[in-house]
């Protein structure tokens, strides 16, 4: 599998689309992507998710994260109050509240939400007038690398994080959009642009 420099259209989601929903593989880095845009263009509202875990030092409650206790969680859920949620390494709970989603479009930002595959498809049950951009890496040998790293883990466990790579690469289709991830701030120049703002370094055509 190897990429070109491109970014393909697959659905007839247009500029007028405020939110948009970024996933891919695990390890292709976007977490990267997405703190380079945010410290990188304050224009854009990174969306915060709630979870159930405690605060770590230096974390801010409505900043890093929405706090919230099992109970309240529950009541969140039972209330349909999340675009999307789920339970991470089978302790904590994280979800993104549809409200903080919605206030932030009223007031005329664009919204980038970036999750994993399965919160990607939740959202896209609930608001399919989302952009969804999928995160790819530029070839399957550097996946490889990426998810094998430093041969820490056993080969079985390499294994399974491969298999686990095939079955999130072939969610690619199910995006409006993919973009490559062979550099942080090109990938992420890209994604604003699909998002309708002006990347730093480019100047709107006159």
Request: charged share 30%; glycine share 8%; proline share 5%.
């Amino acid at each position: 599998m190897e990429h070109e420099h491109r970014h393909e259209g697959r659905g007839n989601h247009g500029a007028e689309s405020w939110l948009t929903v970024l996933a891919g593989p695990t390890a292709v880095g976007k977490g990267t992507v997405s703190t380079y845009i945010r410290d990188t263009y304050p224009e854009v509202w990174l969306s915060v998710s709630a979870t159930t875990r405690a605060p770590r030092p230096g974390e801010q409650d409505g900043v890093h994260y929405f706090f919230k206790s099992a109970d309240e969680f529950d009541r969140l859920v039972a209330e349909g109050a999340f675009l999307e949620w789920a339970v991470v390494h089978g302790q904590n709970r994280y979800g993104t509240l549809r409200s903080s989603v919605e206030d932030a479009i009223a007031e005329g930002k664009r919204v980038l939400l970036e999750i994993d595959l399965q919160g990607a498809r939740q959202v896209k049950e609930v608001m399919p007038e989302a952009r969804f951009v999928f995160l790819a890496p530029p070839s399957w040998d550097e996946m490889v690398r990426r998810l094998v790293g430093r041969g820490t883990e056993s080969p079985e466990e390499q294994q399974r994080r491969l298999e686990t790579a095939k079955m999130e690469l072939a969610a690619e289709p199910e995006f409006d959009f993919t973009v490559v991830n062979d550099d942080v701030r090109r990938a992420a120049d890209e994604l604003v642009s699909l998002m309708g703002l002006t990347p730093h370094g480019r100047q709107p055509a006159h």
